[in-house]
């Protein structure tokens, strides 16, 4: 299959991509972090211009499974402060002194040093992660992310194959292994993950209608 053709139908199965609170037989989002979601929601409504509020809100996002929606917003933080990054590390990087064994804390780091062209070091902090809560696929599913786009392709496959193994239903960590695949030019495996993430988002759809 050639990439174009990839291309097209991938287009297609992410046309059913969407967002929100209902997620039917997929990724179940843990009460206590969605209502994290929602109190961070409600003050970046209030303060919609505001780094540190876009960025808790996009952290809440990523470790909800909400990759999409977390992703754009990260990117708008440089409109509002260009050196947002150094802040972020800083913060918590003090925070992690006060408290070591809270996971967030590393979570929220790594996208620090990410967005400071510090990849290794963000995979570390993941790995942190890792060390206080074995089971979290999204860092599993960042640690991927970053090992591709460092090249190390087969190691971003490995990462995000053992978060499946963990939750077979995490939309955004197919797309990573999509990718993983595309990258690899394994074209039908890319198709076949860009397929369950098209089935997955249109069973999140439809769960919405229902409710």
């Keep these: 299959m050639s990439k174009r053709q990839l291309l097209v139908t991938a287009v297609l199965a992410m046309g059913l991509l969407s967002t929100g609170p209902i997620w039917a037989k997929t990724y179940q989002i843990p009460p206590d972090l969605?209502?994290?979601?929602?109190r961070n929601e409600e003050i970046l409504k209030q303060h919609p211009q505001d780094p540190d509020a876009i960025f808790e809100a996009a952290m809440s996002d990523a470790y909800t499974g909400q990759i999409?929606?977390?992703w754009a917003a990260l990117k708008t933080i440089p409109?509002?402060?260009k050196?947002?990054?150094p802040k972020v590390i800083a913060k918590y990087g003090q925070l992690i002194q006060k408290e070591p064994k809270e996971w967030k804390y590393y979570f929220k780091i790594a996208f620090g040093y990410y967005f400071a062209n510090q990849k290794e070091i963000a995979i570390e902090n993941f790995k942190k992660v890792l060390e206080?809560?074995?089971k979290n696929v999204w860092a599993m599913g960042f640690i991927g992310l970053v090992e591709?786009?460092?090249g190390n392709t087969e190691a971003g496959i490995d990462w995000?194959?053992?978060g499946l193994k963990i939750e077979p239903n995490a939309t955004a960590i197919h797309f990573l292994l999509a990718e993983g695949y595309r990258r690899k030019g394994?074209?039908?495996k890319a198709l076949g993950q860009m397929l369950i993430v098209g089935r997955l988002k249109s069973e999140e759809a439809l769960a919405r209608k229902q409710n």
Aim: hydrophobic letters at 20%; proline letters at 4%; glycine letters at 8%.
């Design 83 to 85: 050196n947002y990054a």
């Design 186 to 188: 394994d074209y039908f």
């Design 68 to 70: 999409e929606k977390g």
């Design 79 to 81: 409109n509002y402060d």
């Design 148 to 150: 591709g786009e460092r």
């Design 132 to 134: 206080i809560s074995p």
């Design 34 to 38: 969605w209502a994290e979601s929602q």
């Design 160 to 162: 995000s194959e053992k």
